[in-house]
């Protein structure tokens, strides 16, 4: 005979709340399309270990933040928000970071400037919003701010997902694990480290061909990384 037991109950108050509401109204208000691609991440991988040869300490995720601000220059209609049927598009990129804190809660404060910044400077912000999010320090500009988000699960088995919108922003982008994938080479067969991308965005500001553009010349900008 089995006693039945009362249930675990958490309430979505506080920034729970808070975050549960605003995904709720993301995924509610917005025209929300994700597409997904693979990267080979040899270069990355390749450059930060000359990096560290050099006495330079970066990590995977360092590197793709500086390969997605490059091609986010490139390609401005990404990177922006939409207000009131209108949107911005800055010259600018105001890179948020997804970070996940204790408690099941999660922030994404912006790195204003980050097209400005070399890859040194953009590990160092991010370690201080990292930082700064886990004591409750970030202001509120952060919080509010940004032009694009990074989402990224790279240390979990996740491959590929769909990450909501961190509006008013137009596009995120999740990247996932890398995972060793088996690619024809040299008449056979070689295993090269891949990681999954996936790009949610705004339809309204962004049709799909621009979207999958953009997509595809992050891929090769990864794949042909040079610090």
Excluded: W, Y
Aim: charge should be neutral; include cysteine.
């Amino acid at each position: 005979m089995t006693t039945a037991t009362t249930p675990r109950t958490v309430a979505l108050r506080g920034m729970r709340g808070m975050i549960a509401d605003k995904m709720a109204a993301s995924l509610r208000d917005t025209a929300q399309l994700t597409h997904h691609a693979r990267a080979d991440v040899s270069a990355l991988v390749r450059a930060k270990a000359a990096l560290a040869e050099d006495g330079v300490k970066v990590s995977i995720e360092d590197l793709l933040m500086a390969a997605l601000v490059r091609v986010l220059k490139q390609h401005p209609d990404l990177n922006g928000t939409l207000r009131e049927r209108e949107v911005a598009l800055p010259e600018t990129v105001d890179l948020c970071v997804a970070i996940a804190l204790p408690g099941n809660l999660l922030a994404a404060p912006a790195i204003f400037g980050a097209s400005t910044l070399s890859l040194a400077q953009l590990r160092a912000a991010r370690q201080d919003l990292a930082a700064r999010a886990k004591i409750n320090k970030l202001t509120v500009p952060e919080m509010t701010g940004g032009t694009f988000t990074i989402s990224n699960l790279g240390l979990s088995r996740v491959e590929f997902f769909t990450p909501i919108l961190n509006t008013p922003q137009i596009a995120i982008l999740g990247v996932g694990c890398i995972v060793d994938v088996a690619v024809p080479a040299d008449g056979g067969v070689a295993f090269r480290p891949m990681t999954g991308l996936s790009l949610t965005f705004d339809h309204r500001a962004v049709d799909g061909a621009p979207a999958a553009d953009f997509l595809t010349a992050l891929c090769i900008e990864i794949e042909g990384f040079v610090p």
